[in-house]
């Protein structure tokens, strides 16, 4: 695999789970925490919702 010579180290991205970031924290500076939530939390039935909202709102 190829590196970009830029960077010498891997970049580590954490999404969600801030434990794991501070885990990661502890023995690299080249990690970023990015917070992340499933959207409405998960629920299929309001994620639906939200959709048909959406390309309600995308068609005008």
């Not at 180290?9 to 789970?17: E, F, L, R, T, Y």
């Not at 885990?23 to 048909?52: C, F, N, S, Y």
């Amino acid at each position: 695999m190829k590196r970009n010579k830029m960077f010498k180290k891997p970049i580590i991205i954490s999404v969600g789970a801030s434990y794991f970031y501070q885990a990661l924290r502890l023995q690299t500076d080249m990690v970023v925490h990015v917070e992340w939530r499933p959207p409405a939390g998960g629920d299929r039935e309001v994620i639906d919702i939200l959709r048909k909202l959406k390309e309600k709102l995308n068609k005008k």
